[in-house]
């Protein structure tokens, strides 16, 4: 049996005992009992510092200028200042806010007074620099300011447990020594913000009780939503992605999400049916079709995603012309729907226009993965993103003069009528309860229709031999063709299945959207869809996984939208962003289980010995 021994970076010092070693904070010369009061008295001042106005002047958008009335970027740290004050409140186990952090406060707290901090001093530095510095601050603003600046230091004084680091190599170069001490540094921070412990078991309660609770979670996701997507200038959204993100990540570490995830998996027919039915209130929060529109791109992008999810979450085919099937249920849908234009002169009702349209793209699927699915890997990639090219390329030459005359060329097939479903017209306004909806809500009603049909399919595909099929390939398909599994039957249903969801989503994007041309089915480009945004939506929301790529295509659609302001610089920075998230939660935003433990694999084990400690 031998003994490892540990060299201590600083030879000289005495070993210390880190069971013994007292705790501390990342700022660790302020006592603990000091650092919780500077939290929560910070937390409470930055409440209280949203009441009073920020600057004189109303030319700062949101209008910050009133007493008593927070509004516009308040609103967001009022918020975030809630957060820390509650969670600061749970620390000390008063009585009542013990349930708001299940695995414990500390981590929470510390994220929430980061939330607080950035969105308060963004909006400070943007009322400097817009209105020409900081003497154009009211006392609230300065207030907010020192408080969340207060809040943010007592959290970070807060102890935690550090985990154990291995000392650097003192055979190493100098870079390789700071390397390993940066590393160390860069752990240690990263479990400052952990959460204490584990999330505790939510007490047996009544049906009902866990009922209500599912329904306020969907009704604040819901309320998140639509105040995101209803966000009239660029500060207010930007501030709203600080507060959201950090936000979110603070409820997380409290064990929130977790606790309600268990829920939510415990009643998961109910809360589908919440959730479909909290996104059909969406159009009656709306005054008008403006963001109404967002929603029903947002639908056509998530139901597009959702199917690209079975061929690459679920089967693990890397499919990068997967847009071409969505243009081809468009393309078909528009040949058949009465288009002035068309050359057919077709008007087939929708329900033979949206089979026409799913068939079609079924068929293509079938064919351009009956000769290429032998393949693996990049080369299954590379030979998708040509059949991609290859269709925005003939639907551009079949124009009558480089080709036959389908499609009209470059001009796409214009003029599509709206639908009309058994005397319900989708292109004219209706009054639903007093509420008039519009056109883009009619459409939005459809889209959640076909996304439930997708869903459904998902869900069922997903449980069953074949989707258990998929998963095998996947994860190793030489294993998987040994244990008798059909490969390529298997990943052809799958690539044809979700060809076809896409095509079904395809038809209805025709009609939204009037016209369909070549260049809206790219490869990539800065308006989505297209295939890179779409597999990025998969990715960024959880391979796999059902809720995932609907929240990865909700925030890849919104997000570019709202930040048209950023001019040359929006690709930059959306893929910079997205850079940041792929390297800390690879995961995706709602993880696979079984992907998030390969992911944080080596979490669970100490880091690569050192050579001399080996």
Known sequence: MSTMTTISENPTAPAADPATAPATGLIGFIPVHVARALTL????????????????????????????????????????????????????????????????????????????????????????????????????????????????????????????????????????????????????????????????????????????????????????????????????????????????????????IQQATRLTGKHQNLTIAGAFTAAALFPFTQTDDQYATLGVYILIFATVALGLNIVVGLAGLLDLGYVAFLGVGAYAAALVSGAPTSPFGVHLPFWAAILVGAAASLVFGVLIGAPTLRLRGDYLAIVTLGFGEIFRIAVMNTDGTSGPDITNGSNGIASIPNLNFFGFDFGAEHTIAGFTIGRFANYFFLMLLIMAVVVLVFRRSGDSRIGRAWVAIREDETAALAMGINGFRVKLIAFALGAALAGLAGTVQAHVTYTVTPEQYLFAGPIPPNSAFLLAAVVLGGMGTMSGPLVGAALLFLIPNKLQFMGEYQLFAFGLALVLIMRFRPEGIIPNRRNQLEFHEKDETPATLAKAGA
Request: net charge negative; proline share 6%.
């Open 41 to 256: 008295g910070g937390g409470l001042l930055t409440v209280a510092s949203c009441f009073l106005a920020w600057t004189w002047t109303a030319t700062f958008p949101g209008d910050l200028t009133f007493y008593g009335s927070p509004a516009g970027l308040q609103m967001q740290v009022l918020v975030a200042g809630l957060l820390t004050t509650l969670f600061a409140l749970s620390a000390y186990d008063v009585k009542g806010t013990r349930w708001l952090t299940p695995a414990g406060a500390d981590g929470a707290v510390k994220l929430a007074a980061l939330a607080a901090f950035a969105t308060a001093w963004y909006t400070v530095a943007a009322i400097s620099i817009q209105l020409g510095g900081p003497v154009n601050l009211e006392p609230g603003g300065a207030v907010v300011a020192v408080a969340t600046l207060l809040a943010l230091v007592g959290a970070l004084a807060l102890p935690f447990e550090r985990p154990a680091t291995h000392p650097a190599d003192p055979e190493d170069s100098g870079w390789d020594q700071f390397k390993h001490r940066a590393g160390n540094g860069w752990t240690s921070f990263k479990a400052a913000f952990a959460a204490p412990h584990a999330p505790r078991k939510l007490p047996p309660l009544p049906t009902s009780v866990e009922i209500l609770i599912i329904a306020g979670v969907l009704a604040v996701a819901l309320g998140v939503f639509t105040y995101g997507i209803g966000t009239e200038y660029d500060e207010l959204f930007i501030g709203f992605l600080i507060t959201a993100g950090l936000g979110f990540a603070a409820v997380n570490k409290s064990g929130l």
